[in-house]
């Protein structure tokens, strides 16, 4: 029979005493197991509701997942069965020393390097069998009777190979302050995850507060995947390089499983070992810190001998009587932890499910979208879909909120607050990812809902026929090019032709540009240009040609000297090229000219970039595979180059290949990455721009980027090379700038 009326079950064999915790989906209760005499915990799925089928899943899953996993610092299971009620229940081990949020011992950097020592080989061996925790904060390690760590609270645990769909894909279960990168953005997760969670643990045991912060839980989320690695106090310095590879952004710079991890610590622990035997204060401590238990507990015994006859022999005054206190937990202690002395109150609405979205409902009639953390409508409809991910209430509820940021969306970019414009467009696309809304019509209907706000104020300021308008919408394209790339494209478009006040001469000969506006990438430059899409075709050089009678000149084979022997041109670089590939085998003569001619042909200004602005134009290359980007040296080259290094893909091109056939950059220019590298007005020697513009400036001109021969040994941001101004080469070709004129120019500024 259960010894508190109120709890509306029984176990057999087992006495319920009191409650102990209550968590998501369970509540632990503090029992007396009969037939062995001693106490445990039994944690019973829903005493307080009918479980739904999630639930149920997640209650299996946790049981399943527990009982693999024998290792002296993670919690163990009893037994396992159904109350009388038909709750399912898990009996185990009763910790009453506390979780570690509330423990006072961690200030000692040794103690901190023992505990995180202890939960990194629990979580390599749970690495091992296949098991990701997805939840590791200090509320789930909890302390046995001896004061070891043990991990507990696999309740959203990830198993690899299971059949049990513990929650949504794209769902992200856990704790906010604790979850890594990927898991806040609702990825692929596996050991790594966990490993940035005990690093976020450590640094909050050294420091005594967490490395992220926000007024809510999506901007302590964007937090983690914005934010750099803080720099620990100085007395704390040892540690930098230990957190800066627990808290890397990139799974890929962590530690790469728990034992590389503790060879880490090892290195922290080494280095503390070093400074104590610099210092004899602390080197004494740390002995008497090592002292055995037995010595620690005569000293114990004599000290207490001691104050009980001072107590007893000390003339009495008239104080009044004192009183015992008593420690309670810390607000937040795990589910296992050692309660307060008095029994809980019963519990909350906002803790059932119809609770919950009663709560959000009331959160955001006020107005509670995203604060106060703990207490906003985002949080509480997230938590229903994390117990129930097919609640369509919770899944409206989101979407209301989402709507009612867009709204604040739309009053900042009507204010031009650029920054809170930034701010609540990254929370709402971390709402979105959490509540795996990228797929919905809710998330659609945002866009959708953006997109007309946007083009209306796009619109109205062209209408204006005011270039600064247009050019103050630019934060904005760029924020929502996120998940709309055409929306910046469309204010470029919009710029390029308010700048066009004075349109110049056309020609069939003139190329298609791309506006380079003075900032790429938070790389800034002191003037905007306008530059090729693509590089130069042999179809563009022939009409040059054709229209100038200007000879070949002499062409070259970088590093094959027999080349000299070859009569080499732009027609003929040894290997077969199609009409719409880039032109090689040019000079720089070659190329200026044909500059000069675009020029007189067009009225604009066209001539070959500088060093620095072809630089400032290939800061757009987005991230991504190279091969992608650009045709370059890989398995399509066959044996010629049987020495040279290689990409490890095959386009099937050997040499050039048409132009405009790869992924562009971010401002839409084609082949910075391959094909050809590029002449440049820029020598070796430093000259003003009109110095440069002269043919006789200096003998060698400066070419950039990779070509089609390049291979993983070259990038195009860091190739480099330089040639005669009167021969070309098979591998480098050449693109123009444009200049734009100062109206157009002042446009592009913004």
Known sequence: MTANPGIPFEIPGYRIIRPLGQGGMATVYLAHQNALDREVAVKVLGADRAPSEDLIKRFENETRTIARLDHPHIVSIYDVGRAS??????????????????????????????????????????????IVHRDVKPENVLFDKLDRPLLTDFGIALARHSDVRVTREGATLGSTGYMSPEQARGQALDGRSDLYSLGVMAYELLTGDLPFHGPDALSVALAHVEQPVPR??????????????CLAKDPAQRYQDAEELLQGLDDVEEELS???????????????????????????????????LAMLFWPRGDEAPGRFVTATPAAGAAELALPAADPPSPESAVETIAGRLAAAAQQFAQNRLLAPAGDNA?????????????????????????????????????????????????????????????????????????????????????????????????????????????????WQEALRGLAQAETPKSSEAEPALVLVPAEVDGHRLDHAFEIGRTEVTRAEYARFVRATNRPASRCREPLRPLSRLKKLEWRDPDFAQDEDEPVVCVSWLDANAYARWLSSQTGATYRLPTETEWQHAAASLQRGGVCEQGN?????????????????????????????????????????????????????????????????????????????????????????GAGSTDTGYTTVGFRLLRELEPARAAAAAH
């Open 85 to 130: 009620s038909g709750h399912l229940y898990y009996t185990l081990p009763y910790l009453p020393n506390g979780d570690l949020s509330g423990r006072a011992d961690t200030q000692d950097p040794r103690r901190v390097a023992e505990i995180l020592r202890c939960l990194a080989q629990a979580l390599g061996y749970a690495h091992q069998h296949g």
């Open 232 to 245: 620990l106090p100085p007395m704390r310095r040892q540690w930098q390089g230990f957190m800066d590879r």
């Open 274 to 308: 070093q400074r104590e035997r610099g210092n004899p204060v602390q080197a004494w401590r740390r002995r008497l810190a090592e002292l055995p238990a037995s010595i620690w507990v005569g000293i114990t015994a004599v000290a207490g001998t001691l104050v009980l």
């Open 378 to 490: 985002a949080e509480s409809y997230l938590t229903v879909l994390a117990l129930e991910p097919a609640n369509s209430a919770a899944r409206d509820g989101l979407g209301r909120v989402l709507t009612a940021l867009g709204n604040g969306l739309d009053q900042a970019l009507n204010a031009r607050d650029d920054e809170a414009l930034r701010v609540q467009y990254e929370q709402a696309r971390m709402l979105a990812d959490r509540g795996a809304l990228r797929d919905s019509k809710v998330w659609s209907d945002f866009l959708a809902a953006r997109r007309s706000a946007f083009e209306h104020r796009l619109q109205a300021a062209v209408q204006a026929a005011s270039a600064e308008q247009v050019g103050a919408l630019k934060p904005a394209a760029e924020l929502l090019a996120q998940d709309q790339a055409d929306l910046l494209t469309a």
């Open 632 to 720: 370059v040296a890989d398995a399509s080259m066959g044996s010629r180059w049987t020495l040279a290094s290689r990409h490890k893909c095959s386009d099937g091109r050997a040499h050039t290949s048409p132009v405009a056939r790869y992924k562009p950059s971010a401002l839409g220019i084609y082949d910075l990455v391959g094909n050809a590298s590029e002449w440049t007005l820029s020598c070796d020697k430093p000259g003003s721009l009109e110095r440069l513009l002269q043919s006789s400036a200096c003998d060698e001109r400066v070419f950039r980027g990779t070509s089609w021969r390049d291979g993983p040994d070259d990038t195009a941001s860091s190739r480099r």
